[in-house]
């Protein structure tokens, strides 16, 4: 931390003007000191502020919720900056793994359609994925983005139970499937799939 008297001889350290002029310096070289340390953060967005944030979203015409946090708000700068064209298989790859924890790639050559199954866990973002992968994959390929999530239940009876919910998301629809049910001991015992949001 910068200290005005620090600077000075030390015979004058006790001199009282040169104290209240140390009192009046400081807090105005700290908030110097801080600006110009946020301005050099301010190069780079996974540690830019949120006026940097704003002006990026501005130049990249995009509308972002005032509910995101400045982290959402950056990871979806990032991924619009990441959008590349030419695009191949490894580079699909390179770019979900950044993204999530446990992402999967198929592609079906005869069907024109790229498969991407993606385990979702507290901290996946997938509010942009869609469009980015829609930029970056050839237009005659089809999107399929199954997620995924793992559900864990325990029934009264004492058994216990771990499902996965598949949710395909295809543009703007969601369809969850398969339907929420388990069946103990020839009953039917239905369980309830929160929603993600």
Not at 49 to 77: C, H, M, Q
Not at 124 to 137: E, F, G, K
Request: proline share 3%; glycine share 4%; hydrophobic share 40%.
């Amino acid at each position: 931390m910068y200290k005005y008297i620090d600077y000075l001889p030390t015979y004058l350290h006790d001199v009282k003007e040169l104290q209240a002029l140390d009192g009046c310096v400081n807090p105005q070289m700290d908030t110097l000191m801080q600006s110009s340390e946020q301005a050099y953060k301010n190069q780079f967005l996974s540690t830019a502020d949120l006026k940097t944030v704003r002006r990026w979203e501005k130049g990249y015409k995009i509308v972002a919720p005032e509910s995101f946090s400045l982290e959402n708000r950056r990871l979806k700068l990032i991924l619009k900056q990441s959008e590349k064209v030419p695009f191949t298989y490894n580079m699909l790859t390179d770019y979900l793994s950044q993204l999530f924890a446990h992402a999967g790639v198929s592609v079906d050559y005869d069907n024109y359609q790229v498969n991407v199954v993606i385990q979702m866990d507290e901290g996946t973002q997938i509010d942009n994925l869609y469009s980015a992968l829609r930029a970056m994959l050839p237009a005659n390929m089809l999107i399929r983005i199954t997620l995924q999530s793992t559900m864990t239940a325990q029934t009264y009876i004492g058994a216990s139970m771990t499902s996965f919910a598949e949710e395909t998301l295809n543009g703007d629809f969601i369809t969850v499937l398969p339907a929420n049910h388990i069946k103990v001991g020839g009953a039917l015992t239905d369980y309830k799939m929160e929603a993600i949001s």
